[in-house]
């Protein structure tokens, strides 16, 4: 594939730390966890002597015998040197947790990836919403995920999902076809030959086309095995600011997605599905347990009439809450901060600052953050009748 970054990534510079994560990032049986141990014990600069370790260290790191066993075998026939090879002949970047390119937002979540590969633009400013369902999509599954996707994308927010059939593919498509940007988050390599599912080869392309990224845990020639799709999930869930499911079985993967979603704190919605319908168990019991029904965009911004960033200014004043948050956010301010100072609930303070956020007036700084925007100090001159 080809495609045409719409920004450069200020990439670290390789040395034999940095060879030696790749490393341990490559041994199938290094997970998020693992690595973690390793680069609390080793520290950022020392990733070639994490991959050098002796078995006592490797186990007094906490990483399980068998593994450590494992690892040491498996790290006498390779060379750091020749994985970077493979990624860069690949097209593929690779990041750390240290790394200005990781997304800061992953900080946030509770099982952050160790290191993450990526093909394609760089993760912009813009909020991200995951868009997740069925593999069954119903024709009333592909016409709410076509409505819904379009009117977000057309909002300036991007689009994430896992780029599985049904839904997930949709999705994808109808965020390009809108002329959005939008983030696959995959279970397997990034390479081309080994992205699945097959028949989403093309879409993969695409994605990347129109400036948009695929993102995975896994080194290319990893293959899609079912134990990765739940850790996945978590990755889609953790970069998106809400998650929607649109059409969702009863043990769908997607209801699983929604649950990593509520546990990082992050707003869940769910598109009403007819209860005749096997495809919508799962999407209807999220309603019932009290995620957020959504049957257009509007909806994610907390039912309020939303208009795009170039008009919102001249047409819709904020209202109170709006208007007390961005006040506070006149320095970058935590929401948990936002939300004690204010007595309101977290969630109501999340969903607002997301409101804000697509209407340009505040931005995300990191780590839970926000500040106003030049849009936001002119919100704040506007009367509140």
């Known amino acids: 594939m080809s495609y045409q970054k719409s920004e450069v990534f200020v990439k670290p510079e390789w040395n034999q730390s940095r060879l030696g994560w790749l490393a341990c990032a490559w041994f199938e049986k290094f997970g998020s966890v693992s690595l973690k ?15 050098q370790a002796s078995e006592t260290e490797l186990i007094k790191c906490g990483i399980i015998p068998a593994s450590t066993k494992e690892f040491i075998t498996w790290r006498k026939n390779i060379k750091p040197e020749n994985l970077k090879k493979n990624i860069d002949n690949h097209g593929i970047d ?3 947790p240290w790394d200005k390119p990781y997304p800061a937002i992953l900080h946030q979540t509770s099982s952050p990836p160790g290191a993450i590969f990526w093909r394609g633009a760089p993760l912009d400013s813009r909020p991200w919403i995951a868009v997740v369902g069925t593999r069954r999509m119903s024709t009333y599954g592909k016409r709410a995920t076509e409505k ?8 300036g927010a991007g689009i994430i999902s896992g780029l599985a059939l ?12 809108a002329k959005g940007k939008t983030i696959a988050v995959l279970g397997c390599g990034l390479d081309d030959a080994t ?7 093309k879409l993969a392309e695409q994605i990347l086309l129109n400036q948009g990224s695929l993102i995975s845990e896994y080194p290319p020639l990893t293959p899609s095995l079912k134990h990765h799709f739940p850790l996945r999930n978590r990755i889609i869930a953790g970069l998106s600011k809400a998650v929607i ?12 997605t929604a649950k990593n979603a509520l546990d990082e704190n992050r707003e869940v919605f769910a598109v009403p599905g007819p209860i005749t319908s096997s495809t919508s168990i799962g999407s209807n019991d999220l309603i019932k347990q009290g995620a957020g029904v959504c049957t257009s965009a509007t909806d994610i911004l907390s039912n309020q009439n939303f208009i795009p960033a170039k008009t919102t200014i001249q047409t819709r004043e904020p209202t109170m809450d709006e ?12 929401v948990d901060d936002m939300a004690r100072l204010l007595q309101l609930s977290p969630a109501i303070v999340s969903s607002t600052c997301l409101n804000l956020e697509l209407m ?17 100090r002119q919100m704040l001159t506007m009367p509140h009748n």
């Open 94 to 96: 690779f990041f750390l």
């Open 148 to 155: 819904i996707v379009t009117e977000l994308a057309q909002m």
């Open 323 to 334: 208007k007390c948050i961005l006040d506070l956010c006149r320095t970058s301010t935590h």
């Open 37 to 51: 141990k390793l680069q609390n014990h080793f520290n950022n600069d020392n990733g070639d002597k994490a991959f």
């Open 166 to 177: 049904g839904i997930d593919g949709q999705a994808h498509k109808s965020c390009i076809d």
């Open 360 to 376: 340009n007036a505040l931005q995300d700084t990191g780590g839970g953050n926000y500040e106003i925007t030049p849009t936001g």
């Open 195 to 201: 992205i699945y599912p097959r028949a989403h080869q």
């Open 245 to 256: 499911v649109i059409e969702a079985g009863e043990k769908s993967g997607s209801v699983l």
